[in-house]
């Protein structure tokens, strides 16, 4: 018998419908209770259409360094289930390289408008 987990998001809006808040959580969570966030990038595969469908939401308050962060991030734990999935270990360490640099220009960026 398989096990079934649920997952949840609750996103608040303000008058613009722009996210405000971002909370999720997922049964198979001891306490099931949500969990704030400032980002989301959720992806599923659909096998028909063979295409990938999105949901990218992040809240007013995140901030730009948060937001390369979370990508940078983001792009890591890709390759790393790129790397796993695939015989392709290649290219998941060429991921984890443009990542690396994705971020170290960012903060080059940062660093010359001084912030």
Do not use: C, H
């Not at 209770?33 to 028909?48: E, L, N, T, Y």
């Not at 998941?92 to 220009?105: G, I, M, N, Q, V």
Request: proline share 3%; charged share 30%; no cysteine.
């Amino acid at each position: 018998m398989s096990t079934i987990s649920t997952i949840k998001i609750q996103v608040g809006l303000d008058d613009q419908k722009v996210p405000e808040s971002i909370a999720w959580s997922a049964t198979d969570n001891k306490d099931e209770k949500m969990i704030k966030a400032k980002g989301m990038i959720v992806s599923f595969w659909d096998p028909a259409e063979k295409a990938a469908l999105r949901i990218d939401l992040w809240t007013k308050d995140m901030m730009v360094d948060e937001m390369a962060d979370f990508f940078f991030q983001t792009m890591m734990t890709m390759a790393d289930t790129y790397g796993r999935a695939t015989p392709y270990k290649d290219q998941a360490d060429e991921l984890r390289a443009f990542a690396k640099d994705f971020f170290k220009k960012f903060q080059d960026k940062q660093a010359a408008e001084g912030q």
